[in-house]
């Protein structure tokens, strides 16, 4: 890994913005709902023509790589940040990082890595599952839900043990079938790219004892409960990315081919729509009631912006750590 920059740990008490730069240059003919609907459309998409054991390793679907920056906030949100640490995975595209118990758990495009304040490798943790994974949160249960959209499943992950403890995986009765894929099975060396899934899962965040998921291919919201039953709530927007809860308890995502934030009630009616003329609105975190941080990738910004008024109250340049921003979290 090479560090550019890193700061003593005593500033990594506040709390901390995680951000994914990747150096993958945006290509906007591929950010229309229209594209996606065309390109995932076919009726004769799936089930797939290719044998399993023909699929090539993921890395040569997948050749870019990235950088991570964390920083430092103050509690409202309203000054600039500050940059704590600025690193590049030498080995892997890193796709989410997540500061948690004391710690900086970083999913790169086939493993989880875990560090500690000085940037120190503790553990890696593997599963033949874990190919393009895009997000990991803390569940209500003190557990961490990485989302994978190369198997389209959610992966439950021991903190402490650093093991994989249970797994769940989008239903082919709603999404289709590509392969019987059995846990063994491995889809980092037989990589399933976006033709070959069913839904591209990407995001999973806890939600009533389960976990919520969006999908690109479908644009829906989904929810396993905490028995792992799978409950599609809505779709339709075609290439979402991100669903979370704000703080006031409603639900929000990214309409990316809109650059729209849209909030949704827990009962799944739409509260609210703000507009942020980005063409890739990949992801969005709420950092107070009156904050948000958006990833506005077409513009390579990330941009804090007020939500009620569609406002900018500042944006940082992501141009000297990449060709786009990604990924967005938030915590202490």
């Known amino acids: 890994m090479k560090v550019h920059f890193r700061k003593h740990r005593g500033n990594w008490s ?63 949100g309203r000054q600039l940040p500050e940059l704590l640490a600025y690193f590049e995975p030498t080995a892997y595209k890193p796709q989410q990082v997540l500061w948690y118990r004391e710690r900086l758990w970083l999913l790169g495009l086939e493993q989880l890595e875990v560090f500690d304040s000085e940037l120190r490798l503790i553990r890696r943790l593997e599963d033949p599952w874990l190919s393009v994974e895009h997000t990991v949160f803390p569940d209500e249960r003190g557990r961490l839900v990485a989302s994978c959209s190369a198997s389209d499943a959610i992966l439950f992950i021991d903190p402490h043990t650093y093991t994989v403890m249970d797994f769940a ?11 019987h894929l059995k846990r063994e099975d491995s889809v980092v060396e037989h990589y399933l790219h976006n033709d070959l899934q069913l839904a591209h899962l990407n995001c999973a965040w806890p939600w ?30 075609v290439g979402c990315h991100g669903i979370r809860t704000n703080q006031e308890g409603n639900l929000y995502f990214c309409d990316s081919c809109a650059g729209t934030v849209v909030v949704l009630s827990p009962e799944l009616k739409v509260l609210q729509e703000y507009p942020t003329g980005s063409k ?5 975190q709420q950092i107070t009631r009156e904050l948000y941080a958006l990833a506005v990738s077409d513009r390579n910004v990330l941009a804090f912006v007020e939500p009620h008024t569609s406002r900018p109250v500042f944006g940082l340049d992501g141009r000297n750590f990449g060709e786009g921003v990604q990924s967005v979290s938030y915590g202490r």
């Open 14 to 76: 506040r709390p901390l913005l995680c951000v994914t730069h990747t150096e993958r240059p945006m290509d906007l003919k591929q950010c229309s709902r229209e594209y996606f609907i065309t390109q995932f459309g076919a009726a004769s998409r799936l089930p797939p023509k290719v044998p399993f054991e023909a699929l090539t390793h993921a890395r040569e679907f997948s050749p870019w790589k990235g950088s991570v920056t964390v920083w430092g906030l103050c509690d409202d």
């Open 169 to 179: 995986r989008v239903p082919e009765s709603i999404y289709g079938h590509n392969y």
């Open 208 to 237: 009533r004892g389960g976990v919520l998921i969006t999908t690109l291919i479908q644009g829906a919201i989904g929810w396993f409960d905490s028995d792992k039953h799978y409950h599609e709530l809505l779709r339709g927007y």
């Open 280 to 284: 890739w609105l990949h992801d969005a």
